[in-house]
């Protein structure tokens, strides 16, 4: 890695999956490539933003199935990612990219409901309840 200042200088690695062609099925050699060298470099990965963009979440199952449990997927099986973050934001709203459509998980039900149950699995540490999620959300 051409930039990569040395270990003593970082303490994660850090990567971006919005287009579901970075995880899905672990083709993506860019995406695979990266955090085999977390790996290597003895240091935690993060997914510092994701988003289902152009897949959004209007469609629910569909979304879930094409997004969602690809995304959770990659996630399980690389257990080098220590923490994710997912950006729930209706893109349409402000941004010039087109497509990249609603994300917001609240505002489908299916999705909503499998995003929760998806965070009660072992793999995830969190303690936010649903309230609080949805307070923080629209406060």
Not at 22 to 33: A, L
Not at 60 to 79: L, R, S, T, V
Not at 126 to 139: A, E, Q, S
């Amino acid at each position: 890695m051409k930039f990569y200042p040395g270990d003593n200088y970082i303490d994660w690695f850090g990567n971006d999956l919005f287009g579901v062609r970075h995880f899905k099925d672990n083709k993506d050699k860019v995406t695979e490539d990266f955090y085999k060298e977390s790996k290597k470099h003895k240091k935690p990965l993060i997914i510092c933003e994701s988003s289902a963009a152009r897949v959004g979440i209007l469609k629910g199952e569909d979304c879930w199935n094409e997004w969602f449990d690809p995304y959770f997927k990659w996630i399980k099986n690389h257990n080098n990612v220590k923490a994710f973050c997912y950006i729930n934001y209706n893109w349409g709203i402000d941004w010039k990219n087109p497509g990249w459509g609603n994300c917001r998980i609240e505002e489908n039900k299916v999705v909503k409901s499998k995003y929760y149950l998806e965070l009660k699995d072992k793999k995830y540490v969190n303690n936010m309840k649903i309230k609080d999620f949805l307070r923080l959300t629209y406060n």
